[in-house]
């Protein structure tokens, strides 16, 4: 996963990847709702792990 942090380092116009109206990276709020539906998904699945296990 790759994080776009809307930073201009100040290079030049075509190898800037920092920015927000580049193509490189999502934005930090996708990434946050990414990383949460992860770590939920992780949490329900270990969750049933006991279940699956006894069968």
């Known amino acids: ?3 776009n942090p809307d930073v ?3 290079t030049h116009a075509k190898i800037t990847t920092g920015r927000a109206d580049t193509k490189f990276g ?3 709020r996708s990434a946050m709702m990414l ?3 992860t770590a ?3 949490l ?3 969750l049933s ?3 699956r296990l006894s069968a």
């Open 1 to 3: 996963m790759r994080v």
């Open 8 to 10: 201009d380092a100040g």
């Open 26 to 28: 999502m934005s930090q």
């Open 35 to 37: 990383a949460r539906r």
């Open 40 to 42: 939920l998904q992780a």
């Open 44 to 46: 329900l699945w270990s």
């Open 49 to 51: 792990a006991p279940s």
